[in-house]
């Protein structure tokens, strides 16, 4: 087991470098754009953390999708709070998630089908216990993310 473990810290570390040097090629081509695309530098250390914990015991959550705009938030863009969490964060894709209210603003959940690790820095009157909604930038994608059960460890 810990043989295994240890491969796959040097296969992050070796993904570290790779992500790096894709940032690096990613902030030249968009240096002269408005915005550049920069990635999430904590993704892959957050990977690290998870295998720490390995073995884990995965609970199953229902996950849903929403957006900041009105069909979920009933704020329009412009609107005071418009993108803001109920902890004060701005929304960010692939970060933010609707957690609910037994787990504290800034606990992290890393949903296993995602393969991402999340933060809760919102609440939804829909968000009850078994349930989270994660942040997505447009309604389409929302949509087409339904409702599924996932398999959901909360990181220490």
Not at 10 to 28: C, D, E, K, R, S
Not at 31 to 44: L, V
Not at 143 to 148: E, H, I, P, S, V
Request: aromatic share 12%; charged share 20%.
């Amino acid at each position: 087991m810990k043989f295994i473990r240890n491969l796959l810290i040097v296969w992050i570390v070796l993904l570290m470098f790779v992500y790096t040097f894709f940032f690096v090629v990613n902030l030249a081509i968009n240096s002269n754009k408005k915005e550049a695309i920069i990635p999430k530098q904590e993704t892959i250390i957050q990977y690290v953390e998870v295998i720490r914990y390995m073995p884990v015991q995965y609970q199953n959550f229902e996950v849903t999708a929403y957006t900041a705009g009105y069909e979920s938030t009933k704020k329009k863009h412009g609107d005071i709070g418009y993108g803001i969490t109920a902890s004060g964060e701005v929304v960010t894709e692939m970060t933010t998630i609707a957690c609910p209210d037994s787990l504290s603003f800034g606990t992290r959940v890393y949903i296993q089908e995602l393969e991402n690790v999340f933060t809760c820095q919102d609440r939804g009157s829909d968000i009850i216990e078994g349930k989270l909604d994660v942040y997505v930038k447009n309604l389409e994608e929302a949509l087409n993310f339904g409702r599924k059960e996932m398999s959901v460890m909360v990181l220490p």
